[in-house]
């Protein structure tokens, strides 16, 4: 960012602040126990939370509630066992790490599975969520969701744990052959 765009940007925020305090200010014509002034002060600070002026200075995924894959969402606990998926969208931070809107941009979605679960990610066609189907590891496994702005350059990541579902069958696994062992006479 140009120092232009900065000093437009402190303008219009010291602006919006400047607002702000102004209809503070006249909320303390309202009589004690008067119940109007704390709803006129919500939508205050609503206002002032996602106001435009404020830009995004972070991304973070919003992981959503895992569930059975190839299922419609439903409510489970947050365990992601490798019979789940579960959705991400973007969501924005400001400088003080307090949500606000994700900025408009074109996001790259990368899925790291550095212990070879076999997880799929599948990004939506606007490119601000993506399903991540956790696959199938021998023991709990680690992924690395990461995104990145085309045009802002901000970046995201969170980092999954993989969790083996419980054995509900069991197999046969057969040993390497080897030949019959020749019978034993007994002693003279």
């Excluded at 702000?20 to 303390?28: E, F, G, K, N, P």
């Excluded at 606007?126 to 590891?137: F, I, K």
């Excluded at 021998?138 to 990145?148: H, K, N, R, V």
């Amino acid at each position: 960012m140009t120092s232009t765009e900065d000093d437009r940007y402190r303008a219009a925020d010291a602006t919006d602040r400047r607002h702000a305090l102004s209809v503070a200010a006249s909320l303390r014509q309202w009589e004690p126990g008067d119940e109007n002034w704390l709803r006129a002060a919500e939508n205050a600070y609503r206002w002032l939370r996602q106001r435009d002026s404020l830009r995004a200075v972070a991304v973070v995924l919003c992981p959503g509630t895992p569930q059975p894959e190839g299922t419609d969402p439903m409510a489970t606990i947050f365990d992601l066992s490798d019979t789940d998926q579960v959705t991400f969208t973007i969501g924005g931070l400001d400088a003080k790490g307090a949500p606000v809107a994700a900025p408009a941009d074109t996001w790259a979605w990368n899925l790291q599975d550095p212990d070879s679960t076999g997880a799929v990610l599948t990004v939506s066609d606007d490119t601000l969520s993506a399903t991540v189907a956790a696959g199938t590891p021998d023991t709990t496994g680690t992924l690395l969701l990461t995104i990145t702005g085309a045009t802002t350059g901000l970046t995201g990541a969170e980092a999954i744990l993989v969790q083996p579902s419980a054995v509900e069958t069991i197999a046969l696994v057969p040993g390497t052959p080897s030949p019959e062992s020749a019978p034993v006479p007994p002693p003279s």
